[in-house]
């Protein structure tokens, strides 16, 4: 139950290089923060940071994973605020995140949330935008 309504569910997968900025933007009518689902597939092994553009100034808001694995697929549920890995060599993994989910930031003059990943993967990111509607 919610007091507004949703749009269709937006899927838009990147691949990144270490290092590499990308823009999502929310499309969201309302202010404030939305978690989406997010799948990584790791295309190296490392610690991941992501670093989320609209909350640098604040170094907790630094998403860390420490130990992940080539080919390793960490997906964050979302709203749900859960993580889970296709590894079960990773059992470490409750220990190894930061426990600082990404999530998606609508303010009044932009809905865009660049992202920066430390390590390259591929990411995909799901949601689906809060929709306002007056009644005529």
């Given at each position: 139950n919610a007091p507004f309504g949703f749009a269709d569910k937006s899927a838009d997968t990147y691949t990144i290089t270490g290092g590499t900025n990308i823009t999502v933007h929310s499309?969201?009518?309302?202010?404030?923060?939305?978690?989406p689902k997010i799948t990584i597939t790791m295309q190296e092994?490392?610690?991941?940071?992501?670093?989320?553009?609209?909350?640098?100034k604040d170094i907790y808001k630094k998403t860390i994973i420490k130990n992940c694995a080539y080919n390793e697929v960490i997906t964050f549920s979302g709203e749900s605020k859960m993580i889970n890995t296709n590894l079960k060599a990773h059992a470490t993994?409750?220990?190894?995140?930061?426990?600082v989910y990404p999530r998606l930031h609508?303010?009044?003059?932009?809905?865009a949330t660049v992202f920066n990943f430390s390590l390259p993967?591929?990411?995909?990111?799901?949601?689906?935008?809060?929709?306002?509607?007056?009644?005529?």
């Amino acid at each position: 139950n919610a007091p507004f309504g949703f749009a269709d569910k937006s899927a838009d997968t990147y691949t990144i290089t270490g290092g590499t900025n990308i823009t999502v933007h929310s499309e969201s009518d309302e202010i404030g923060f939305i978690y989406p689902k997010i799948t990584i597939t790791m295309q190296e092994a490392g610690d991941l940071v992501i670093t989320n553009s609209n909350e640098t100034k604040d170094i907790y808001k630094k998403t860390i994973i420490k130990n992940c694995a080539y080919n390793e697929v960490i997906t964050f549920s979302g709203e749900s605020k859960m993580i889970n890995t296709n590894l079960k060599a990773h059992a470490t993994l409750p220990r190894d995140f930061n426990y600082v989910y990404p999530r998606l930031h609508t303010t009044y003059s932009s809905d865009a949330t660049v992202f920066n990943f430390s390590l390259p993967c591929t990411v995909k990111f799901e949601y689906a935008p809060i929709r306002k509607v007056g009644i005529l």
